[in-house]
């Protein structure tokens, strides 16, 4: 029997501070229920900011907002060309004409005015409920720039229409291809603001966030071999993680108490576990097969891992001890990088066809269902990543040329492009900031 290699399976496989101070918002309020089989995005006008002597920053931040809620799949953003309201109108319920804003089909209405601080900007935030002529959300926000006071209101927006929290600061990690070799590098949720953090002639392959977002796993090859080294991201230090194995592929569990990883011994692979210092590693998998690439469940009982033990590469899942382990992909020869929703309903995995294409597939874990992603869309997408509310998901595609990063809903309806430059790889979506 052929088997794959364990690198080509494996190789698929900045806090802001932002002070925030709650106002009213009232219960009675219109609200997007993402998983309705009627689902329909909720249109919202964003009015052009008013600002206290900060216009290139309101108008940089109502355009930042702009793009995160079109990015967050929930809203139909109305076009501000076709708004009848004075672009003057004040923040206040009484200064508001609510019946231009029906007329041109808003439900929703966002409102805000800039100003600055000791600290940075600052933002009066209000959202109305067009059609009741009412306030439904007052927040006072605070960020050093534009760009993190955009994602703050985004964030307040999604969670007052959806009660769950908005993604919009949270961060990307990847491996970029560069002549020098590799960079680990960050980018917001939409792509921007790139921050390098590190280069290395070595192969960097498969960042993983620690759940608090302090440190990134990497697998690098500095020591000449597979190992994982942790990044730190307040302390800007790069350390090894002494397993006493090669090791490939880390994943923190939910916790932050455990690592799970592949382990490399000649030609087999396994599944082992280790404490987040790198002592008492353990072996799950036994069998002679490669058994390869976990992902924790979301309530860290369970791993789901890749496995050839019946012929080819497919989706496995055990109980975090190693037992029970179970087959849940029977479609495709090439299943692989499994990763669990935070939502614990989906896995999504790259899967290659029988052209050798590789697209994304989401599988339940419990009823084995299979959904694709992605098709005729470039020859490569790959390398799935959730988004920490799990309704968004990141990933690698070769569709417009060298592989950049795609954010998608988990049915592949809403599928966008991220303006982070170079060729990317093993995009990871970290967790949400712990304000």
Known sequence: MHRPSPSRLLAAGAALGLALAAGPARADRPTVVVDAPDFRPLPLAVAPFLSAGEPAAAGAAVDLLRRDLALSGLFELLDPRSFLADPGEGLAAGAI??????????????????????????AELRVYDVRAAREVLSRHLSAPDARGLAHAMADEIVRLYTGEPGIFRTRIAAVRTVPEG????????DGGDLQIL??????????????????????????????????????????????????????????????????????????????????????LTTSSALDLSPAWSPDGRRIAFVSDRAGTPQIYVMNADGSEQRRITFQGNYNQTPTWSPRGDLIAFTARDERKVFDLFVVSPETGKIDRLTQDQGRTNEEPSWAPNGRLLVFTSDRSGPPSLIVSDPRGDRQIGLPVGGELATPAWGPLPRD
């Open 182 to 189: 590799r960079q680990l590098v960050v980018a917001d949720a």
């Open 97 to 122: 004409a609510f019946g231009r804003w029906t007329d041109v089909g808003a439900d929703g209405l966002v409102k805000a005015q800039l100003g600055r601080d000791a600290a940075g900007l600052t």
């Open 198 to 283: 590190l280069t290395e002639r070595a192969l960097l392959l498969m960042p993983a966030w620690s759940p608090d977002g302090r440190s990134i796993l990497v697998t690098s090859f500095r020591g000449g071999g597979p190992e994982l080294w942790i990044y730190r991201l307040a302390e800007r230090s790069f350390r090894r993680l002494p397993t006493g194995h090669q090791a490939m592929g880390g994943a923190w569990s939910p916790d932050g108490t455990r690592i799970a990883f592949t382990s490399i011994d000649g030609g087999d692979t396994d599944v082992w576990v280790c404490r987040a210092d790198g002592s008492g590693a353990r072996r």
